[in-house]
């Protein structure tokens, strides 16, 4: 019982480092960014040829699988996001879901359509046994590792300059940029970190969530269920909302496997007739 | 106020008129049917295709409804006609009547999360209902043959009189006759009073609703229209393949019809048309040579489009449908 609701917030302890790039991008510029998934799986691959072609350790892998996918998101954002900022939704929906048909039949082409699998380190095979309750050592890992992540989020987004810049941004972007600040280059940053803990969550979720060339598809719901039920002006919002989605996904599909992969669904759309706001909104004028 | 109620009534009597172009289209839909005997199959998908990218160009191109599980209702509609055919009942206008009901109550079911959200809550409510159903469907095999999908349809000649042939012919012209009798109700629809207050939702809601017509209840209605247009597009699928299979509710079903609108232009109801056209062409032409990885020119399509090429087409297709014949009109008065 408690393995199970461990499992669930290691799971979705990866989901809210997948996600909260999306939700930061998507409130600070009104973007509907489909394509982020693709992102995420990006930096699962670089892990995978990093590992399986060069043999790179898996620990080093994961900054790699930052860094490059937060490069990648820099010139996408240069280059293909910035002229889409002005245009309307379905724009935007139109405009990513083409991205991630490509990155999708892309990566099929490259890497072939079989799941990939990964070599973990020895240390982080196996699980530990504490009263009872047995613990996935790399879940732990994960659980660690995306906890400091979201700490220092939530650190960087409340109390440094940065942070309170970037607030500004998303409540009112007008105004923002009547005082001074530099929106552009300030989403830019957000952009590349957001995509590059996409990247980062896509390494660390080979081993929970599978790699396969149709990851963006598979969990667009994910990630656009965490933004919704979330919110978009708070960190801690969407670490609540991906906490809930890992936790009822993982003992929904453990207890009640026939009809596991509703339970999401269902839960999306009980929050969204109680709270269609999300989870945590705040009132706005 | 009965001044400009006259008014009214005069641009939406206007709008109703039949332009020489548009009667040109409906002629040569039919006219293919003798000019390429060779390609009917092709064709009757294309027609199916256009009656669904009608059906979403009823919410998303009229009342602003952005859906990215439209396949949703496509699916049901094919598996309710598939369904009833294969359990006795192979008369295909009463499949298709079922269909069209069975489609737009899940529709007026799925309108209360639609009316209420904005953008983004409506792309979640939609693409997850679509994927609620694909699940559905999957994983329910004794009634929907799961992955193998529906076998064992066997359907009546329509009315009696003209039966399903392997060529097309039959469907193809029901298909078509589908097509054309829906969308004359639904040019009827969007040129009435009715059709006018879903423009105005569409553009400003807020004002729409002080200026006296109920938004919710409007887009409610359009939602549950347009899901019984798409279960018709559904139930043509099962009629004229004889066959259902889990594809009809995929996601990419959802993307395809949301690009054949865009292609055409949303929100004068010949964009679906148009752009199932030259959708299928793109299709037919790009998975001739490579048929795996056709997503990804989809996928370069639709960004090279929305970033460059939307005005392009859009403003030719528009010349040519309105402002032309309009010219050659002013010219002659």
């Not at chain 1, 990866?14 to 394509?35: D, I, K, P």
């Amino acid at each position: 019982m408690l393995t199970i609701l461990f499992d669930g917030i290691a799971y979705g302890m990866v989901l809210f480092v997948l996600a909260c790039g999306l939700s930061v991008t998507m409130g600070l510029m009104n973007f509907v960014n489909l394509a982020h998934g693709a992102f995420a799986m990006l930096g699962g691959y670089i892990t995978v040829i990093l590992m399986q072609r060069l043999g790179v350790p898996f620990l080093l892998t994961l900054p790699l699988a930052f860094i490059g996918v937060a490069l990648v998101g820099v010139v996408l954002e240069r280059v293909l996001y910035r002229p889409m900022y002005g245009k309307n939704h379905l724009d935007q929906v139109m405009f990513t879901i083409g991205i991630v048909f490509m990155a999708v039949a892309g990566a099929d082409y490259l890497m072939g359509s079989s799941q990939q699998i990964i070599k973990l380190p020895a240390w982080l095979q196996g699980r530990f046994n504490i009263g009872g309750v047995g613990i996935g050592k790399y879940r732990l890992f994960v659980l660690v590792i995306c906890g400091i992540l979201a700490f220092s989020l939530q650190w960087g987004f409340t109390k440094t300059r940065f942070g309170s810049r970037l607030r500004a941004s998303v409540d009112d972007a007008r105004v923002a940029r009547g005082l001074g600040i530099p929106v552009n280059r300030l989403f830019a940053l957000t952009f590349a970190l957001g995509s590059g803990l996409a990247g980062l969550g896509g390494a660390l979720g080979i081993e929970l969530m599978g790699l396969d060339p149709s990851f963006p598809l598979k969990f667009m719901i994910y990630f656009l269920v965490v933004v919704t039920v979330g919110g978009t002006s708070t960190i801690t919002g969407p670490f609540f909302a991906a906490m809930l989605l890992g936790v009822a996904d993982v003992a929904g599909k453990y207890f009640v496997p026939e009809i596991g992969a509703f339970i999401i669904y269902v839960l999306m759309v009980i929050l969204l007739i109680v709270r269609p706001d999300g989870l945590f909104a705040r009132g706005r004028a | 106020m009965s001044m400009l109620e006259d008014r009214v009534r005069a641009s939406l009597l206007a709008a109703r008129r039949w332009h020489g172009a548009e009667i040109a289209f409906w002629l040569l839909a039919l006219a293919v049917f003798w000019l390429f005997p060779r390609n009917l199959l092709l064709l009757n998908e294309i027609a199916i295709l256009a009656l669904f990218a009608l059906s979403l160009d009823l919410i998303l191109g009229f009342a602003g409804i952005v859906s990215l599980g439209h396949a949703a209702f496509l699916g049901l509609g094919a598996y309710a006609a598939g369904l009833l055919a294969k359990h006795g009942i192979g008369d295909p206008l009463v499949g298709l009547a079922f269909a069209m009901v069975v489609s737009g109550l899940a529709g007026l079911l799925a309108s209360p999360l639609i009316v209420k959200g904005n953008d983004l809550t409506r792309l979640m409510v939609t693409l997850g209902v679509a994927l609620i159903l694909h699940e559905i469907a999957n994983s329910w095999g004794s009634l929907t043959g799961g992955a193998d999908g529906l076998q064992g349809i066997a359907i009546n000649p329509v009315l009696g009189l003209f039966s399903f042939d392997l060529f097309g012919k039959t469907a193809y012209l029901y298909s078509l006759s589908v097509l054309f009798v829906l969308f004359l109700v639904a040019r009827r629809m969007m040129n009435s009073p009715f059709g006018l207050s879903l423009r105005a939702i569409r553009d400003n809601s807020l004002r729409a609703a002080a200026s006296g017509v109920p938004p919710s209840q409007r887009l409610a209605l359009i939602y549950t229209i347009a899901a019984s247009y798409a279960g018709a597009a559904g139930a043509l699928i099962a009629q004229t393949s004889q066959f259902v299979s889990l594809d009809v509710l995929d996601f990419h079903r959802s993307a395809d019809v949301m690009l054949v609108l865009i292609i055409g232009g949303p929100g004068y109801l010949y964009g679906g048309m148009i752009g199932a056209i030259v959708f299928k062409f793109l299709q037919d032409t790009i998975s001739a040579f490579t048929p795996q990885y056709w997503m990804f020119w989809i996928g370069l399509f639709l960004v090279l489009f929305v970033l460059r090429g939307r005005t392009l087409i859009h403003g030719g297709v528009k010349l040519i449908m309105f402002r032309l014949p309009a010219r050659v009109r002013g010219k002659r008065s």
